[in-house]
């Protein structure tokens, strides 16, 4: 059973420039999140797609957005970039049954960098 | 708003050890808590789960326990090894949909 793929593992972005990240989730999960991680403020959630619908969000400019295709995959789009954008931006999947058993995977991260 | 406090926030032992690894958390209305493993520059690996009903979680050498009551959950690593060496962190789905973590405890194992 494959995991969580994220493409591309690493990107090299100039200030100004727009990016666009992928997720690909596990089979037959619905749900998406993605997170933000720097060494300065740690795992920061980003937002949460579950069959096409953003269900919830972080606390993100607009720049941040992303969407959900009907297979479930995922991208997250930034605008404007700026330096404080570069990051380890992760996505994780999950089976959502009830609240109690929703375990989250994650993929193996887009590393950003913006200069 | 729930927030996640994880000490030490760095560790460093000789191979072979016991150790415990603390996460604490403000808001005791949580679904579950997962502890993660993540490697330098890595994604994260899941580690073990915990349901709100639950007490405790075990695979292999490794043991969670949960109490919501003092807002705790502990990972307890049974004989460490030098490849157990990771950031450790713990994760919590409360109200929203999303996990909320904690800043991680980095465990260095010596051989």
């Known amino acids: 059973k494959a995991g969580v793929t994220q493409t591309p593992r690493y990107l090299i972005k100039t200030r100004g420039q727009q990016v666009t990240l992928s997720c690909s989730p596990i089979s037959g999960h619905r749900s998406v999140s993605w997170y933000q991680q720097t060494p300065g403020q740690g795992l920061q959630f980003l937002f949460e797609y579950f069959s096409e619908t953003q269900r919830n969000k972080g606390n993100f400019p607009g720049r941040f957005s992303g969407r959900q295709f009907s297979n479930s995959r995922s991208e997250m789009n930034v605008s404007t970039l700026e330096l404080g954008d570069s990051a380890l931006y992760l996505c994780?999947?999950?089976?959502?049954?009830?609240?109690?058993?929703?375990?989250?995977?994650f993929g193996q991260g887009t590393r950003l960098t913006v200069v | 708003k729930q927030e996640v406090t994880q000490i030490p926030a760095a560790l460093s032992v000789p191979e072979g050890e016991n150790l415990v690894l603390n996460c604490s958390f403000t808001?005791?209305?949580?679904?579950?808590l997962q502890w993660f493993r993540q490697d330098p520059g890595k994604g994260l690996t899941s580690l073990l789960l915990i349901q709100s009903s639950q007490r405790e979680q075990t695979s292999g050498r490794l043991n969670a326990s949960l109490d919501k009551s003092s807002g705790r959950s502990t990972l307890y690593i049974a004989a460490s090894q030098p490849g157990d060496s990771a950031t450790y962190l713990c994760a919590l789905l409360s109200g929203g949909q999303n996990f909320v973590f904690g800043p991680g405890t980095r465990l260095s194992v010596l051989p």
């Open positions: 808001d005791s209305a949580i679904y579950n």
């Open positions: 994780a999947s999950s089976l959502v049954l009830r609240r109690e058993n929703t375990e989250a995977f």
